[in-house]
């Protein structure tokens, strides 16, 4: 049985990069720029579906942990011409190393104090490079980072959405087997119930400090990722509120699920294009629509902020949790069409192999 | 020096009046709003707003209600339907609670800096009481420090104050007693968003009033969690403290530094005394 799973998750990760293509290719859903975006985006949100979803950790560093990504593209990458392989890898050591510190409280402390000391992450890396960058003469333009090389150099949006594809593939392939293994139990454990889980002998200080470290190296492969295809790094492009954004896509896509931070980070990158979309389409006359459309940015994000508040009161679970309930309620009531009813269990059965 | 510590005092103050908010509502409900400096930011753009309209005394009332209302509507809209969801679900949401109170504003008031109307101007009281501007800047922390007073006062002896007490320690005892638990929270929260309007009317009145005010109140968790995270003294001293601290790095040091020296020190409390200086309520430990 547990030879054959990585079959079934292969093939459900094959339908599922099928289904994008065919999307794109249709040209109709989003852009390949989108594509990009959102691929980017899914190692940081499946990190955060191994912190706070497994583990029941939080973490508002998101944007400390993608600026040093950035930072080692921009330097390591960029000023020392290191291959972009090599960056990837130094960027989760050092970005793992960097979750690892800030969990050091974790000994002694959890809930809040845990929650709290992730800001001192993100506030005292974020001074740091700051110093660093304006001790420089990049103190204005940033660092700049070469195109990345792997064996033919990504260039057009095209090679990046191959290069992301296989690279996501590999993020979900070693979560969902680490998720099934000990560790990954030892973190459901955890979040469940703290006082039951040490008694059955798990290190829980331990485990935390695990889940931040390489929750946080994942966050990092985002950084490094989308600083090579914006080719610049600044660090007033890395603001706190980058953290909401993350923790919108596993609220939204489904807690703890790793289809639901694919689906969440797709639909939280492409809100802002839709809001905008939206706010267009309304009558400039009215005061109020104007004022939406004019600061378009906090209109896409008060969006995303109350889908996220109305998705954690009304339904914690997410889209994925909705959607098997209702299979679940379908198959329970024993209604409509069989053929229906038979396709959605399918559908069922393959959500739960891809999670 | 003296300059130094005259705005770190101000400034601890102003820290002081958030903190609290956030000591109310934790001793409440048992949950860090991260939405409580947002408040802070919604207020003061609130009185710039009001006092178009209104006399100044008003207009600080008014925006103190109009905040206070809307930390009732976060409580019975947001919070209470949250009961029972793990520790990580209360962060987020109140995150985003924050975040939708920043955006709303940045939607109503756009992304520039307003200058706010001084509160103290049409008193005169530079006139005939000889205060230069700064002595006006602390007047307004002494709009804080009554706001401390009193409440330091309802929860002493008033009936509410006695009621949020016993709330805090068993809600369900509490409330086989006949006292309305919900009630109590919705006070809590009320008195929080009073007091975060008063830091950010306060808070504008020397640097004006823009979207970057609720960032900046994010500096009231180092004073929280130096005092106690549970404790209303240990607020207003932490509060104190880390203002000082705060004034000393911007005038000897860099202002980058703020964030970074305040987060370092609570890091610090964190690893060597977690219950901060006045905290009573046990760490949970592991």
Known sequence: MMRRRPVVLLLALLALTACWTALLIRGSAFTLAEADQVLTAVPAALALTLLTGRAGQVSLAQAALLALGGFCAGIIGGFWNVPFIVVLILAMIVGGAAG?????????????????????????????????????????????????????????????????TVIVALCVIVLARMFRSDIGRAWSAISHNELAASITGIEISKYKMAAFAISSAFVSLSGVLSAYQIGRVTIDQYTLGMAITYYAMIVIGGIGSITGAIVGATLVTLLPYWTANIAGLLPQQMPLARSLSDNIGYTSDLVVSLITIGVLVVAPQGLVGLGTALIRRMRNAKIGDSAILDACQQMAERVKGRA | MLTALSDGLITGLILASIAAGFVLVYRASDILNFAQAQYAMLGAFLYVTYAQHLPLALAVLAACLTTGAVGAISYLGVIRPMVGQPMFATVIVTVALGNVITDISGVVWGPGQRSVPNFFEHL???????????????????????????????????????????????????????????????VAWVTAGIGATLAGVSFAQQNGVSLGLGDLGLLAFPPLILGGLDSLLGAFIGGIIVGVIDAIVITYGNSQAQFAVTYALLLIILMVRPTGLFGSREVRRI
């Not at chain 1, 974020?126 to 333009?141: F, M, W």
């Not at chain 2, 230069?132 to 309802?154: D, E, K, P, R, W």
């Open chain 1, 100 to 164: 690892l510190v800030a969990s050091l409280p974790a000994f002694r402390l959890g809930g809040f104090y845990l929650a709290l000391s992730t800001l001192t992450l993100y506030y005292v890396v974020y001074y740091a490079l700051q110093s660093l960058q304006n001790a420089g003469p990049e103190q204005l333009t940033g660092y700049g980072v070469p195109s990345a090389v792997v064996g033919i150099a990504l260039t057009s949006e095209a090679d990046w959405y191959v290069a992301l």
């Open chain 2, 124 to 186: 005169h009281l530079e006139h005939f009481l000889g205060l230069s501007a700064t002595n006006v800047a602390l007047l307004g922390s002494g709009l804080i420090l009554a706001f401390y007073g009193l409440l330091a006062l309802m929860l002493k002896w008033s009936h509410m104050g006695i009621a949020m007490r016993a709330a805090a320690e068993n809600p369900v005892l509490t409330s086989t007693v006949g006292i309305s638990v919900t009630a109590v929270y919705i």
